[in-house]
Every structure is written in structure tokens, then in C-alpha cells.
């Protein structure tokens, strides 16, 4: 309690400016365990600040009103990693700053979203599709119908996330049209369906996603496979579902923000999660797959075998959610705020 | 409210000298912190939003435009009138509206029963009134979203009893969120409505029952008009609150029942990231406030003027 | 005959009702703090566990950080706002008729007037155009703001009721200003005062939605930690806070309650 009130002492004194030894990381919410980050602690003797949000949307909208310079890191998914370096947000570093920079799993190294891996690092990587409490339905649950169309037993019990590219992207697949489509009739028809499907929905909601599904709050909701994993260990008779229309996949990177207040820091947070046994540590708590190479011997049986990680043999490729130019973006957003509104 | 003064020139501690430095400090304070931000935000709502979240200094109508005018999906068609807005604002005001009409029902009788108490138990009540109002309002909201819950203590409770065959669903309704709302500032009703109700002519009463007039013939010729201040105060600090409220459409609505307080939220908050919206928003709303309390201003000084008359 | 004006049948029971009402949802959160289960809908006998969990769980140094913003904030928001509002107070009850004193009274009043969200906008708004960080200091700000009025009402109410004669009195005898104020009208003023603080010290405590806009990166207070708890679902610590903190709130309340009620019977 002492060394509490005289570090909140000296915190008061100081105002706003950042010691030395300091991490301010902006993470999704519930996305790295505890232990993890006093482990890092206590190797490097970095004190280490967690914010968390609950879509990359609402990331991107908090950073650009003016928290930029606040945080060291952040973790956006793929299509989000380009839309910020896109806006100048994102700083670089080389190779040679992250020691363990070879780690990261060959398929993971240059991406689409960051060729040649110059501003983030490989988190995790999952899939969005949705979950079905199977003691309320029993029947087929491989069609994204269940969340655009639902059956009697899920109407007016699904929850979704709040998250403007997951929720588009699953529509847009459901209807079997393109991502940055410019079609003004399709789009018009994305819209119309969207709107009809929100009769049928509880809430909207990332962070509650797992609650409202163990509660029963619930019988239905989109969510990501590792969070729906997490549902099922608490107790929650639900089933993640590889529907047939297809499912969104993504990669969560740790980003490098422009005028970060501690690069250093930041870096060797960033090298520190390339270490197979953090990583595997992360995976473990979040039950998603990590990008490096060499997790395998840390990772728990139940994890790594689990079916919400392990896709059936049928199961179609996933989508990855694209980066729209800013005119299309325009509809989206449009489609988006009608829908929410 | 300006009132006469206690006397011309100085009061009896002859702190006239010291009126502007006794008094600076409020005016910086509240000026520079209060006045100023609003009349930035009147500026900001007058601003162009830039792609996902900020401002860019160009003066347009923008976001009153989308407030007001409806130009399709895409924004070329013919505009007319937006609906979606005033649809939400007009939800608003009709949820907080009905949670006043509850708060009402159930604070007026509460506050008469007090008021009628003999002084020495009077203090005791109003304090069992006050203390749930001093319980921070989050942890609240989330005790009554556990207590209404589908599997919750209430819905287990009234299964156990065998009133209910099957829990009955509250939370993401638009019933929970005028439940909250009600909940949240009950309080607010009772404490004026109690006030008026203390300060009752109880004579009155009895002249009427003197004149066979019935109890409630009674309470709604003579009681109600005399405390009527009362009532309007009560009514004026729950409906505004309500109005803006954020945390009972957000944890009790599930987020998918946009309340004005909710819609502004997520403009700053939220994904959409559209200040001058957001700004516009809360102008709009900020000037509805401004009336009610001037139409409650008007009869308040009615109600004085009358007071006077007699 | 006067019982029977005052006594309407039916009155008693919407009472019961109010209070049941109040306080069914405070108890049932009470009850279910002292939860043995780590679920939240069974019940697994009494146990401290979740209060345990509060000090030394895995959420732990986050509340306790928390806590500590928000206790420091509520008592430097609450002493400045009681400094600026006794000042106000005394000019506005004892300097006499002067211009402008109508709208220095709206002007007190006028964060009591505007809705919380809008303030919170505004606030965040000036804070970012102005270049501000966000952090403690903000926050800071926002609360020494929108304590005035709450910190005013009670001293303004208590000042009124005090005899411009006291003061002169002791004018009379020589005294000067400061000692008149700070031997003679202070001491009077004192449960007002204290009310007065006490107030803003709690409405600084609970404040949710400014706090929420104008907090800094990493900046919690109790209320902010606890709604991002309370987000992903209800979990027993979080009763457990819930309770301790309605126990804090009991406390100042009652505390208040005792200080107008010795101050009543004093002058």
C-alpha cells in the first residue's frame, strides 16, 4: 500500500508525463493474460498500461480524436493495419530491432496488409463467424442464415458484434455479392436485408459477446472462434459454426503508433511477444492460433484441438475483410449508420 | 431568481470591496471550462467530418443536414424529411416521459406519506430516500440489470413462487430501459414533491372536508394546484436527466435501443467517429433542455405571482 | 379530524413501495457479493472469496489504481469547488444588489442545467481543439467544474439563514474582514461548508459519463474500471466493488446527514 501511495504520489506530481520505464498498450479487451504482461514486467521492468476496445472502428475513431501519442502500441486487425498506415499513423521499425523478428511464421511474413512486416508483428489470427446455443436449436447450423434469417427458436435472441467490417463482410458473403462493391443495387439490397435481419436481434455488442452467450442472454451471436471457445470452457452448450457461405478470417497484429512516447519499450514488448512460449501463452488464454513458429510444445491439448480452431474437412476458405477506397468506404459507412442508427 | 439584495451598498461584513475577487474564480472556472466548450462544440457542429473520426475546418450544414433531411441510402436522392433522428429523440423524450409519468405515481404518494409523518420520523424516511440516490448510478444500473435478468434472482423468484411458468424477458426491452430510468431518479421526484407537500396549509384540507368535499376530490381542487411548484420541480429533475441518459439505454437496452444520450456516445465513442454530428446532436439537445426549463421557469414565476395575489 | 385530511388510504403501500423498489436491487447485489460460486446465478454458500479478489486477484493493481485516481480527484475536485463555491457564496449573500449577480446565479447553475453528455462533449471537444492531453489533469478540471453548483446549493442555503449581524458585530469591534470572516462567519458557515463538500466529494466519486469522454490513455477512475468490467458480463468481484462502494457512499451520507442535523440545532 505504500509503495502504492507514493508512486500514485509521484504520478499526481508528475502530471501526464511518462517515466522511463513505461507501456501504454491499447489492446482489444480480454486479449492477453495477466501473468503475460507482469512477466514482461519483471524481465524488463517495464510497467505496463493496458486500454482496451471493442472494435477496430472505434480503435481508429478513439486514436484520430486526438489519443494519438498517448500509446506505444496497438493491436489492429489486418484490413485496419492498412487503413492506419494509410492515414499515417503507423511508424516503422527494421528487422534487426526485433531479435526475434525470424520468428514469425513464414506464411505471416509479407502481407498483403504490411509487405515485408515494417510496422507490426503477428498476434493472433482466428475467424469471425457466430455460435449457436445448441440446447435452443438443434438443426443445421452451417449457413449464416442463422444470424440474416434466423430460425422461430433464435429470433429476437441473437446478439452481434458491434463492428462495422465484421458485420458487413458476414452479410455480404450470406448474400453471395463482393467486398467493395460498388453496385448500387446490390448494395441497396445489402442494406434492405440488414435492416430486416435487425428485427430479429437482441443487441449489438463485441465485448459481451461471450457473456450473453453463457448467461443465455443470448441464443445465438456472432463471434470470433477463440471468444466462443472461451463461451463453451465456461459452461455455455454452444457450437461455433463454419457456415457454408463462408466466414471471415483475420490476423490481429501489435502496430508501432507514430510519435510513440516509448519507442524502446514498445519494441521490446513487440520482441517479446515473437517468443514462442509468450505467444503460446496468448493463444492459451485467448484460444486463437498465433503467427510464429514453434508455439507447438507450449500449447495446451485443448486449445490446439479445439473445434472451433480446427475447421471441418467441407468447411469453405475464408474471407479476409478487404480495404475499400474512400468513395466506396462512403456506401458502407452509409450502410453501416443506417443500420445502426 | 436576481432578488432585491440584502441592502444598498456593502452588506453588514462590508464584503462589497472584495465582490469581483470573491468572485473571479467562479467566473474563470465555470467560463473557461463550461461556457467556452459548449460554445466550441456550437462551432464544431457547424464543422466537416473527416473520414473515420476529426474535423476538418470547412463551415457546412452537414450534420444538420443529416439530422434533418433525408437523401437516401447514398445521399443523391430527393431529400425530404429524416425521420430516423427525430424518431430517436422523439423515443427519448416519450421513454423519459413515461418514466417521469412513473416516477410521478409513485413519488407523490411517497412524498405526501412522509410529509405526513410526525417531524421527528420525517428526517429518517427522507433519508432511506436519499441514501440509494448516493449509491453510485453505474453500480445501480448493473444491480437492477442482475435483479431483471432472464435467469435473475426476480425471474427465479417469481417462477419459485409459481407466478410465472417461464421467466418473463426485461433486459434489452425498451420496458428495462424506462425501468432503469424510473429507478435511477426516483429520488429526484420525492425530495420536491416533499418540500411542497411540508410547507401544505393542511387547513385547506379541512375546510374542504368541512364542505363534504371526498378525499380525493380534495387532493386533486385544492392539493395539487398549491404544490403544483412541487410536482413541476420533480417532473423538470427526472425528465432532463432521463433525456440524456446513457447508461440505462446502453446497459439495459443492449445498445440496439439508441437513446439521444447513446446516439451522441457513439459518434465520439463508438464507430461511426462523427464529431460534428455528435456536436449537432448535442446542440439540439441542449436547446430542448433550455425550453423545459424555461416553460418551467414561466410557471414557476406564474405559480409565485399567484401566491402573491392571494 | 387533521389525521384524517392527511391520511389518504393506500398512500403507505406505494411507500413500502418506493423503498422496496430502492433498495431491492441494492440488496440483492449485497447478498450475492458474499457468493461462494464463481457463477453468478448459482449459489455456492457464504464466502469472502470475491472481496478477497478485490485486493489480490488478477484485476487487483487495475481497481486498486483506480481507486486511488479516483479518491485523489473527488478530494482536490471537492476542496477546490468548496474554496471557489464559499467565496461565491459570501459574494452573492453578502456584497449586497451589484449587476450581473442574476447571471453569475445562472452561471453557478448552469452545470446543473446542461445535460451531463453535453457537458461530456463539450468538454472533450475544448480539451482536444485547445491541444490538452487527456489524463488526470482533465479529468481534474472537468470535476472541479461541475462540483461548483453542488458544492454552492448548501453553503448558499446556510449563509441565508445567518444574521448580517454577527459579522457587524464583530466589525464593530474592530475586526478585520479576514478575522470576521475566518473567527465569526466561517464557523457559522461550517455545516454548510461541510455539506457542501461532502456533496461534491461523492459527485465527483460517482461521475461516469464526463470522466468517460475526458480520461487519458490509461487513465481509470473506479467508475470507468468497473463499467469496462461490467461490459463483458457481471462478474462477483464486481459485486463485491459494488458493495464496498455503496458501503462508502452510506457512510458520507449518514456523515452528512449528522453534520446539517448538530448544525440545525446550533445558532
Not at chain 1, 139 to 146: E, R, S
Not at chain 2, 154 to 161: C, I, K, P, Q
Not at chain 2, 202 to 212: G, I, K, N, T
Not at chain 3, 46 to 55: A, I, Q, T
Request: hydrophobic share 50%; proline share 6%; aromatic share 12%.
Amino acid at each position: 500500500m505504500k509503495r502504492l501511495l507514493t508512486t500514485a504520489a509521484a504520478l499526481v506530481l508528475a502530471g501526464p508525463a511518462f517515466a522511463e520505464g513505461e507501456l501504454k498498450v491499447y489492446h482489444w479487451f480480454e486479449y492477453i493474460p495477466q501473468e503475460l504482461v507482469d512477466k514482461f514486467t519483471a524481465e524488463t521492468g517495464i510497467t505496463v498500461t493496458i486500454d482496451t476496445y471493442d472494435s477496430n472502428e472505434a480503435m481508429l475513431a478513439s486514436l484520430k480524436a486526438g489519443r494519438m501519442g498517448q500509446y506505444d502500441v496497438a493491436v489492429p486487425g489486418d484490413y485496419m493495419v492498412q487503413i492506419m498506415a494509410g492515414e499515417g499513423l503507423l511508424d516503422t521499425f527494421a528487422p534487426a530491432d526485433l531479435p526475434n523478428f525470424g520468428n514469425i511464421a513464414p506464411q505471416w511474413l509479407d502481407v498483403p496488409f504490411d509487405p515485408g512486416r515494417q510496422s507490426s508483428i503477428p498476434y493472433q489470427w482466428g475467424s469471425t463467424s457466430f455460435s449457436v446455443n445448441r440446447d435452443v436449436y438443434q438443426g443445421d447450423i452451417g449457413t449464416l442464415a442463422m444470424i440474416f434469417d434466423p430460425p422461430e427458436e433464435l429470433k429476437g435472441k441473437i446478439n452481434v458484434l458491434d463492428s462495422q467490417g465484421e458485420v458487413l463482410t458476414l452479410a455480404s458473403l450470406y448474400m453471395g455479392i463482393p467486398q467493395c462493391n460498388t453496385d448500387r443495387e446490390q448494395l441497396k439490397a445489402l442494406s434492405d436485408m440488414l435492416v430486416a435481419a435487425k428485427a430479429h436481434w437482441a443487441s449489438f455488442g463485441s465485448d459481451t459477446a461471450k457473456d450473453v452467450l453463457v448467461s443465455g442472454d443470448a441464443a445465438a451471436g456472432m463471434i470470433y472462434n477463440g471468444f466462443s471457445a472461451k463461451a463453451r470452457a465456461e459452461g455455455a452448450n454452444v457450437e461455433y459454426a463454419y457456415p457454408k457461405e463462408g466466414f471471415v478470417v483475420w490476423m490481429d497484429n501489435v502496430v508501432l503508433l507514430k510519435d510513440a512516447p516509448n519507442r524502446d519499450n514498445a519494441l521490446a514488448f513487440m520482441n517479446f511477444l515473437l517468443d514462442p512460449e509468450n505467444a503460446a501463452a496468448v493463444t492459451n488464454y485467448a484460444a486463437y492460433t498465433a503467427g510464429v513458429t514453434g508455439v507447438a510444445p507450449f500449447l495446451d491439448a485443448a486449445i490446439a484441438e479445439s473445434p472451433e480452431n480446427n475447421p471441418p474437412a467441407d468447411a469453405p476458405a475464408g474471407s479476409f475483410i478487404e480495404v475499400c477506397d474512400a468513395e466506396t468506404q462512403k456506401l458502407y459507412d452509409a450502410i453501416w449508420t443506417n443500420l445502426k442508427k | 431568481m436576481a432578488g432585491p439584495g440584502t441592502s444598498g451598498g456593502g452588506g453588514g461584513g462590508g464584503w462589497r470591496p472584495l465582490l469581483v475577487p470573491l468572485l473571479m474564480p467562479t467566473w474563470l472556472t465555470i467560463g473557461i471550462f463550461l461556457v467556452l466548450p459548449v460554445a466550441l462544440m456550437a462551432v464544431y457542429s457547424f464543422l466537416t467530418k473527416e473520414f473515420r473520426g476529426g474535423v476538418i475546418w470547412d463551415f457546412t450544414l452537414a450534420a444538420y443536414d443529416q439530422f434533418f433531411v433525408d437523401r437516401g441510402l447514398f445521399g443523391d436522392e430527393p431529400p425530404a424529411i429524416e425521420w430516423t433522428y427525430i424518431a430517436i429523440f422523439w423515443r427519448s423524450i416519450w421513454q423519459a416521459g413515461l418514466a417521469t409519468l412513473f416516477c410521478l405515481l409513485v413519488g407523490f404518494p411517497t412524498a405526501w406519506f412522509i410529509a405526513t409523518r410526525p417531524a421527528s420520523q420525517r428526517g429518517v424516511w427522507l433519508f432511506l430516500i436519499t441514501i440509494p440516490y448516493w449509491v453510485n448510478l453505474l453500480i445501480r444500473t448493473v444491480s437492477l440489470k442482475f435483479l431483471i435478468r432472464d435467469n435473475g434472482p426476480l425471474n427465479e423468484g417469481l417462477m419459485a413462487l409459481g407466478v410465472l411458468d417461464a421467466p418473463v424477458t426485461l433486459v434489452n426491452t425498451n420496458l428495462a430501459v424506462q425501468l432503469g430510468l424510473f429507478y435511477s431518479y426516483l429520488p429526484f421526484m420525492v425530495l420536491p414533491i416533499y418540500a411542497a407537500v411540508e410547507r401544505y396549509n393542511f387547513a385547506l384540507s379541512e375546510a374542504a372536508a368541512d364542505l363534504y368535499a371526498s378525499r380525493w376530490v380534495t387532493l386533486r381542487e385544492i392539493v395539487i394546484p398549491v404544490v403544483k411548484p412541487g410536482i413541476v420541480a420533480g417532473c423538470i429533475l427526472v425528465f432532463v436527466p432521463s433525456l440524456g441518459a446513457f447508461l440505462a439505454p446502453d446497459l439495459l437496452g443492449g445498445a440496439k435501443t439508441f437513446m439521444i444520450g447513446s446516439l451522441i456516445e457513439e459518434q465520439f465513442k463508438g464507430s461511426l467517429g462523427n464529431w460534428p454530428f455528435g456536436a449537432a446532436a448535442s446542440m439540439i439537445l441542449m436547446t430542448l433542455v433550455l425550453c423545459a426549463l424555461m416553460v418551467y421557469a414561466r410557471s414557476a414565476s406564474q405559480a409565485a405571482g399567484q401566491g402573491a395575489a392571494r | 379530524m387533521s389525521r384524517g385530511v392527511r391520511h389518504y388510504p393506500g398512500f403507505g403501500w406505494m411507500t413500502v413501495l418506493c423503498l422496496v423498489i430502492l433498495y431491492a436491487p441494492l440488496i440483492v447485489v449485497t447478498v450475492y457479493s458474499f457468493n461462494g460460486s464463481t457463477s453468478i446465478t448459482t449459489w455456492g454458500g457464504f464466502s469472502l472469496r470475491w472481496y478477497v479478489d478485490v485486493f489480490t486477484g488478477p484485476e487487483a493493481p487495475r481497481f486498486k489504481a483506480a481507486a486511488w485516481n479516483s479518491l485523489t480527484i473527488a478530494l482536490i475536485a471537492a476542496t477546490v469547488a468548496t474554496a471557489i463555491a464559499t467565496a461565491a457564496a459570501v459574494a452573492m449573500h453578502r456584497a449586497g444588489g451589484f449587476r450581473g449577480r442574476s447571471l453569475t446565479f445562472a452561471l453557478i447553475n448552469l452545470p446543473l442545467m446542461v445535460p451531463e453528455i453535453v457537458v461530456a462533449v463539450a468538454t472533450l471537444i475544448f480539451f482536444t481543439m485547445v491541444g490538452i492531453t487527456t489524463g488526470y489533469m482533465t479529468i481534474l478540471i472537468a470535476h472541479i467544474t461541475f462540483c461548483i453548483p453542488f458544492a454552492y446549493l448548501p453553503i448558499a442555503a446556510r449563509l441565508q439563514g445567518i444574521d448580517e449581524g454577527y459579522e457587524q458585530a464583530a466589525r464593530d469591534l474592530y475586526a478585520g474582514r479576514g478575522q470576521a470572516f475566518f473567527l465569526v462567519l466561517l464557523p457559522l458557515m461550517l455545516p454548510g461548508v461541510i455539506s457542501g463538500y461532502l456533496l461534491a466529494f461523492i459527485i465527483s466519486l460517482d461521475d461516469f459519463i464526463i470522466t468517460n469522454f475526458v480520461k487519458g490513455a490509461g487513465m481509470e477512475t473506479l467508475p470507468t474500471a468497473i463499467f469496462g468490467s461490467v461490459k463483458q458480463g457481471i462478474k462477483p468481484n464486481i459485486m463485491a466493488i459494488s458493495t464496498l462502494m455503496l458501503a462508502v457512499s452510506a457512510v458520507f451520507v449518514t456523515l452528512s446527514y449528522l453534520v446539517n442535523r448538530v448544525g440545525r440545532k446550533s445558532p
